[in-house]
């Protein structure tokens, strides 16, 4: 049984640059969640998709979009990167809501130099 | 806004002896709690939960509690094996019209042979 899968694994991007990060969910859920992790800090909520739409934003700029697809694979696409964008993207995907018993992916290492 | 605090920030023990990890939330709403275990350059693993409707809940070595009255929920492991060193997060979330994931800074814990 698969786990959730994220691509690539690592990344590194040049200051103004634009990254998409991939996620593949368990086979079965429809709830898909981003996470930026900094060194040392907890996942911080980026979006939540559920059913293909967007559920949920933190607090985080409009360089940073999202969206899922009919097989409720998601994408992360962040603009314009900052060096402060640097971080672990984590991916999580529950059955239903995102409240329930989330797991996690390996996460996409992203430097910005 | 909402928050979720979590002392002590590194916690160092020796083998066998027993954890404790104890974390506040801010939003009185919140109604599932999971605890999230990261080793180094790893995913977080979901290692239990609760829900508000339930005071206390125990698997093996690991139990969680929760005072709903208070809004802190803690973290008990018993036994400690060095396989238990790794970085703990609480989190906690309210199911709304989306769910948003809150999570805690993060415990260090360290198990001494």
């Known amino acids: 049984d698969a786990g959730v899968t994220q691509s690539p694994t690592h990344l590194i991007k040049t200051r103004g640059q634009q990254v998409t990060l991939r996620c593949s969910p368990i086979s079965g859920h429809k709830s898909v969640s981003w996470y930026q992790q900094v060194l040392g800090q907890g996942p911080q909520f980026i979006f939540q998709?559920?059913?293909?739409?967007?559920?949920g934003r933190g607090n985080f700029p409009d360089r940073f979009s999202a969206r899922q697809f009919p097989n409720y694979s998601s994408e992360l696409n962040v603009n314009a990167l900052l060096l402060g964008d640097s971080a672990l993207y984590l991916c999580?995907?529950?059955?239903?809501?995102?409240?329930?018993?989330?797991?996690f992916g390996p996460g996409t290492r992203l430097t910005v130099t | 806004g909402e928050n979720v605090e979590q002392h002590p920030s590194t916690l160092s023990v020796q083998e066998g002896d027993s954890a404790v990890i104890k974390c506040t939330y801010s939003d009185s709403a919140s109604n599932y709690f999971p605890w999230y275990k990261q080793e180094l350059g790893k995913r977080p693993q979901l290692i239990i939960d609760?829900?508000?409707?339930?005071g206390e809940k125990k698997d093996q070595r690991i139990a969680v509690t929760l005072n709903k009255t208070a809004k802190h929920f803690s973290l008990h492991i018993t036994e400690t094996q060095p396989e238990d060193s790794a970085v703990y997060f609480c989190?906690?979330?309210?199911?709304?019209?989306?769910?948003?994931?809150?999570f805690g800074p993060g415990t260090s814990l360290s198990v001494i042979p």
């Open positions: 989190a906690a979330s309210k199911k709304t019209s989306y769910d948003k994931v809150i």
């Open positions: 609760i829900r508000s409707n339930v």
């Open positions: 999580a995907s529950s059955w239903d809501r995102p409240a329930y018993e989330q797991y």
């Open positions: 998709y559920y059913e293909k739409e967007e559920r």
